[in-house]
């Protein structure tokens, strides 16, 4: 069956370090991947699209890799600050037309 | 620029009742989406339309959820009757377009209907 697992459901770091996030997938041939950002009472937000055959895409403070021989993505937050924390959501994108499969997110933390 | 606008925000009822939420797109944009999103859990798509025709409903529980977009503008996702299980945020999108060969739209979120069924 189909999965989208982003390891651990909390992650909580210190201001100033860089908060990494995993998204794993199996059974899914992705044509890319998407990082939203998802705050309480709130919808998520886009934040990052990797395409399948891209390696490394970068945002400011943000990076996101996809590896897709191991079926993974890795979400970073360098410099991390109180504001980020919310929880952020992997999202992929199959060959088929539309469809958006998310996992069930993970919450960050980012005390001071 | 306008968001995605929703309505109600918060809606309680009792099961076997019926409701309906309203979603308003981002001007321009030709896709809608419904999602339903239970608590601790990633959205999960109902029902995607490209202007007022259905792209993909095969998540949708027919029998009981419908979903109209008449004029390819607004829409209309009803619960009729609703189940406890149906208690969660139900969330609305929106994209550009998604024609064969755009592959990359980026879909903008309204702030969700926040659904409980007693």
């Known amino acids: 069956s189909q999965k989208i697992e982003q390891n651990s459901e909390a992650l909580n770091i210190q201001e100033g370090k860089t908060a990494t996030l995993t998204c794993n997938y199996t059974?899914?041939?992705?044509?890319?991947l998407q990082w939203y950002r998802q705050d309480p009472g709130r919808g998520p937000v886009f934040l990052l699209l990797?395409?399948?055959?891209?390696k490394e895409k970068r945002k400011e403070r943000l990076k996101v890799t996809f590896d897709t021989t191991l079926k993974q993505s890795l979400f970073h937050i360098t410099a991390s600050q109180p504001a980020d924390s919310a929880t952020y959501l992997c999202?992929?994108?199959?060959?088929?037309?539309?469809?958006?499969?998310f996992g069930r997110g993970t919450q960050l933390t980012v005390w001071p | 620029e306008a968001g995605v606008a929703q309505s109600p925000r918060y809606k309680i009822i009792e099961k076997r009742q019926s409701v309906a939420f309203w979603c308003n797109p981002i001007?321009?944009?030709?896709?809608l989406y419904w999602y339903q999103q239970i608590l601790g859990q990633g959205p999960k798509l109902l029902i995607q339309?490209?202007?007022?025709?259905?792209?993909?409903d095969s998540q949708l529980p027919k029998d009981r959820f419908s979903a109209e977009r008449l004029k390819g503008v607004d829409s209309t996702l009803k619960i009729q009757p609703a189940k406890l299980e149906d208690s969660a945020v139900y969330l609305c999108?929106?994209?550009?377009?998604?024609?064969?060969?755009?592959?990359?739209?980026?879909?903008?979120f309204g702030p969700g209907t926040r659904l409980t069924v007693l």
């Open positions: 001007s321009g944009h030709a896709t």
């Open positions: 339309f490209q202007n007022n025709g259905v792209v993909d």
């Open positions: 999108a929106s994209s550009l377009s998604l024609l064969a060969g755009v592959r990359t739209d980026t879909q903008y």
């Open positions: 059974n899914y041939s992705p044509a890319y």
């Open positions: 999202a992929i994108r199959g060959s088929t037309l539309g469809r958006l499969y």
């Open positions: 990797i395409r399948e055959n891209e």
